[in-house]
């Protein structure tokens, strides 16, 4: 027999496999919002192919699903609540692109994390009614208080504190239409507990971020820091260092002392603060550059710096960047014979002096001549090259009466003698000369580029019997204008009880709206409005000014923050934000009102 041979072909023919796909489960907080990402569904494929998802099953109204990633997101606004539902089970189709398409179905599953639920004040159908007389703000929100705000992308951001079981940082944001920011944190609330008392002072930002100064108490020091956070809420990057702070967005001083940050500065990528140092036996001025970039302090900051030069107390109050990267700081100076003086420096970024301001040293002035106190609490001018800054404070007269005192100093720390023959006016705001049954302190300046003028606001009278004043002064002179009130001035004097002046605004009517304190048995918010002819603004509840106290339970209310809203739905209204005390709660209020407020926006519950 013989063998034979031959060759055998076998074909084997492709068939389409299904995507490799298993169940999965996600996680996500009850407060998620549109588009934020769930999860993405994990599937393979065996040839490689192109794979398509679709939601084919469960709520689907509340999910979205990317056809081509698998990204799973949130759809709508908040649509969770873990009180409602904990959990969500979605079927999910994944198809390949093969000869056939194969499909593979599989169940995902969704469970939603419970988050604490923030008190938030919620504007009702019945926000907002007709006032006229008194609203006692004592019974709106629980115990805590705002420190500063600002105004910034067509939101509100205020600051400061909340008791709980004990002081944490509180931060709430609202658009100028009144309704909740809910870009910042999703809620529009923040609340910072960082294990200490912690008490927000000042808020500054570049447009991009939030910087926020606060004190941090552990029983024993208190700390001067500063965090930042982008306008969503979260912490940014920190700075990289060795004091327990790395990468948490938030830088602390460690002088175990008392350090207290009273005013905040930005310039292009540095931040500074100053503010006061007490070590036990003195105060001295703080001096703190950072890079806002990650906090980290530069130029060998902190600086305490003994501005007497003899352990003696000073602090700054103020600081303001005029041009290029030197800072005008304003505050006080205790003399040898223990009274305290105006107190100004220009400083370079590193806390240096400027040696073309004053020959390089700090300028203390004895405003009033006789070896009484004296104080500089409000500055303000044009930014520009050859700047005069306005200074305004008060001055003690032999009297002990305290009289209201604006100064104009150049760049180079030379009183500007062309304004009030050497550089100082003062100011016989109550028109008695100094005789010692009156006073007067300016707490506000606001600089008017376009007439060239300098309108002042304070408070005026013996003490228990103080009213509202403003001013208009001639920058260029330091005289007043005599075409403004009864000889530049006017004073609020028909109101009963007695008027102290916390903030001003300016509109864009020139209308002046001064907001503060009126206080008869107890403190309650006051606003006044006063047109650019020193009248009461009587489109302002008919009255032009307005005390907010109707009778209920008695508190103690106190005016914060006037800003007026530039933009959007709400544009002309007016925000203020006020702290209201019952039985020694301190309680945060919003108090919204429309332009010619006849309508007051009540605080919401």
Not at 378 to 385: C, K, N, P, Q, R
Not at 518 to 547: H, M, R, V
């Amino acid at each position: 027999g013989g063998t034979a041979s031959s060759t055998l072909a076998i074909t084997i023919n492709p068939i389409n496999d299904a995507p490799l796909v298993t169940e999965q489960s996600f996680s996500i907080n009850e407060d998620a919002t549109d588009s934020d990402i769930i999860g993405t569904i994990v599937a393979t494929d065996n040839e490689n192919q192109d794979l398509t998802y679709v939601l084919a099953g469960g709520d689907l109204a509340l999910f979205n699903l990317n056809a081509s990633s698998g990204i799973l997101s949130v759809n709508g606004e908040t649509p969770f609540d873990y009180e409602t539902k904990t959990q969500y089970i979605l079927n999910i189709q994944v198809t390949d692109n093969g000869t056939p398409n194969e499909t593979t179905a599989v169940n995902i599953t969704v469970n939603i994390i419970d988050v604490a639920e923030p008190l938030i004040p919620v504007e009702d159908t019945s926000f907002g009614r007709p006032i006229t007389g008194q609203l006692d703000l004592g019974s709106v929100f629980s115990g805590g208080q705002f420190n500063d705000s600002i105004a910034l992308n067509n939101n509100l951001y205020f600051v400061g504190f909340t008791n709980n079981a004990d002081k944490d940082i509180l931060i709430v944001s609202y658009t100028n239409n009144g309704d909740v920011n809910t870009a910042f944190n999703t809620t529009g609330t923040k609340v910072l507990d960082l294990e200490q008392d912690e008490e927000a002072t000042a808020i500054i930002s570049d447009g991009t971020d939030l910087f926020i100064s606060y004190s941090s108490f552990d029983g024993s020091n208190n700390e001067a820091c500063v965090l930042k956070m982008d306008l969503a809420g979260a912490l940014r990057t920190g700075s990289d260092d060795d004091d327990g702070e790395s990468n948490t967005g938030i830088k602390c001083t460690t002088l175990n002392s008392t350090t207290v940050i009273n005013d905040l500065e930005i310039d292009g990528n540095k931040l500074l603060a100053v503010g006061k140092h007490f070590d036990g036996t003195q105060t001295d001025s703080l001096w703190i550059h950072y890079k806002t970039d990650d906090l980290s302090f530069e130029n060998s900051t902190p600086a305490i710096v003994d501005v007497s030069g003899a352990n003696r107390d000073d602090e700054g109050y103020a600081v303001k960047n005029f041009e290029n990267s030197d800072y005008l700081v304003v505050g006080s100076v205790t003399d040898a014979d223990g009274t305290k003086n105006s107190l100004l420096r220009y400083l370079k970024s590193n806390g240096n002096n400027d040696n073309d301001f004053n020959g390089g040293a700090s300028l203390t002035i004895d405003l009033s001549g006789n070896d009484k106190d004296d104080e500089l609490f409000a500055i303000g001018g044009l930014a520009d090259s050859n700047f005069t800054a306005f200074a305004g404070g008060y001055v003690t007269r032999n009297s002990g009466e305290k009289e209201a005192v604006v100064l104009a100093i150049d760049k180079n720390g030379e009183l500007v003698t062309s304004f009030d023959t050497d550089g100082i006016a003062i100011y016989n705001i109550d028109g008695n000369s100094g005789a010692g049954n009156g006073g007067a302190q300016v707490t506000g300046i606001q600089y008017e580029p376009i007439k060239n003028e300098i309108m002042l606001s304070g408070t005026t009278g013996v003490p228990n019997a103080e009213h509202v004043f403003t001013a208009r002064v001639i920058s260029s002179t330091g005289l007043l204008d005599d075409t403004y009130g009864e000889s530049g001035v006017s004073t609020l004097s028909d109101i009963d009880a007695k008027q102290i002046v916390n903030t001003t605004s300016i509109d864009s009517n020139d209308t002046l709206w001064v907001a503060g304190i009126d206080d008869d048995t107890n403190a309650k918010p006051f606003i006044g409005a006063i047109t650019d002819q020193a009248a009461l603004f009587t489109n302002f509840n008919s009255t032009g000014y307005l005390t907010l106290d109707e009778i209920t339970e008695a508190s103690n209310d106190q005016s914060i923050k006037l800003i007026q809203l530039s933009n959007g739905a709400q544009a002309g209204k007016y925000m203020l934000a006020s702290t209201a005390e019952t039985n020694g709660v301190i309680k945060l209020v919003l108090t919204r009102f429309t332009l010619s407020l006849i309508h007051i926006s009540e605080p919401t519950r």
